[in-house]
């Protein structure tokens, strides 16, 4: 079966980065549209970032200039770039792979950011 698996969270202080990794297997990767979700306690789940089977590009506003997404389909695995993180960043965030009606989520991964 599929899987997404998530790496790269962690403790950071305030103006630090992270770089998360999403590795899909058991999937024909590059013709997905891969995206980087968050869930903040008390929030509802929000896109971060996704990214196309084209590597097109989009960004929820507040993270935009901070974050990069990006996909090597050679590695079956999806980045995001954190920079200049904020405590409101911190979440547990989900990369997810959608192609047409399907649909796969991997187990989070959590960002905690000090101020």
């Known amino acids: 079966q599929v899987q997404l698996v998530e790496s790269g969270g962690g403790l950071v202080q305030a103006g630090g980065s992270l770089r998360l990794s999403c590795t899909a297997s058991?999937?024909?990767?590059?013709?997905?549209?891969m995206g980087w979700y968050r869930q903040a306690p008390g929030k509802q789940r929000e896109l971060v970032a996704g990214i196309s089977s084209g590597s097109a590009t989009n960004y929820e506003d507040s993270v935009k200039g901070r974050f990069t997404i990006s996909r090597d389909n050679a590695k079956n695995t999806v980045y995001l770039q954190m920079n200049s993180l904020k405590p409101e960043d911190t979440a547990v965030y989900y990369c997810?792979?959608?192609?047409?009606?399907?649909?796969?989520w991997g187990k989070g991964t959590l960002v905690t950011v000090s101020s």
């Open positions: 997810n792979a959608r192609y047409m009606s399907v649909e796969y």
């Open positions: 058991r999937m024909s990767f590059s013709f997905y549209t």
